[in-house]
């Protein structure tokens, strides 16, 4: 591994998936909210919408990790198409679940259907669950992925050819750890300064959301309209303030 360095620089990832997926066997259904755990998409559509709102408003670009079955069955891409679009699995399978042979004939499909919906071969792969695993890399390195972000951490990488670029985590100001997920944010367990702050400790600041999760909670369901505005806000904030902050923002990409 060869580290990397490169200053002040933020990219906000996106994760476009399966409204509220949770693992059933190697692939994931949508949480059951009284229709059963078949994978639902409304939620994953209209919060990419909301998500390109706070991009125009503040300027930026995002890199989606889109899994190809939730790209196919939504308009999605309609929406988010002026971002960067990488691959998150077909099925948002739990790749340490799947054999070699498996992997060879999911991760290319894949790769073919987004490819296939935005007319360029993505470049980058976060794996499903962030299940982590290196027996995919020759195969993402065969299909022309560059980049892979499936872990966490604070340094640049190249493993097996490819550059791993890693969700940030740290401490937070009252010494407890956090990852870049904004997930406990929307979930109502962690405010936006938790994550400026997080940001402020380091010069490259990598951090994520789903698009369902500014529309639907895992804990109490879809959300009213007061809770979405906050969400909106909140996601606005930490751009704004980053960018205040001297960070500048770029798609995953960038790195290679």
């Known amino acids: 591994m060869h580290g990397f360095r490169i200053s002040m620089k933020a ?3 996106v994760d476009l998936d399966r409204d509220v997926n949770f693992q059933d066997g190697r692939k ?13 998409f409304t939620s994953s559509e209209k919060g990419a919408g909301i998500i390109q709102e706070v991009l125009d ?21 309609e929406i988010i198409s002026s971002n960067e679009i990488a ?54 390195k065969k299909i ?53 702050e997080l940001a402020s400790k380091n010069d490259i600041f990598v951090f994520a959301t789903h698009t369902w999760h500014m529309v639907e909670s895992r804990d109490r369901g879809l959300m009213g309209a007061e809770d979405i505005r906050k969400n909106k806000e909140y996601l606005a904030h930490i751009i704004s303030s ?7 923002f770029s798609t995953m990409d960038s790195f290679i």
């Not at 994931?28 to 639902?40: E, H, M, N």
């Not at 408003?57 to 891409?77: C, D, H, P, Q």
């Open 11 to 13: 990219c906000f990832t």
């Open 28 to 40: 994931a259904g949508s949480l059951d909210r009284g229709q059963g755990t078949a994978p639902r």
């Open 57 to 77: 408003e503040t300027g930026i670009k995002a890199t989606f990790f889109a899994e190809a079955r939730t790209l196919s069955e939504t308009n999605a891409f």
């Open 87 to 140: 691959i998150h699995g077909m099925d948002h399978e739990d790749i340490t679940l799947m054999t070699v042979n498996e992997l060879e004939t999911m991760l290319p499909e894949a790769a073919d259907v987004v490819k296939g919906i935005t007319g360029k071969r993505p470049k980058g792969f976060r794996a499903p669950f962030m299940k982590y695993d290196e027996r995919s890399f020759p195969i993402l």
């Open 144 to 196: 022309g992925i560059r980049y892979d972000s499936s872990s966490y951490g604070n340094s640049i990488t190249e493993i097996n050819g490819i550059r791993e670029i890693p969700v940030s985590h740290g401490v937070d100001i009252r010494g407890r750890k956090i990852a870049a997920y904004l997930w406990p944010m929307h979930e109502g367990t962690r405010s936006p300064d938790d994550y400026t």
């Open 242 to 248: 980053l960018l205040d902050n001297g960070f500048k």
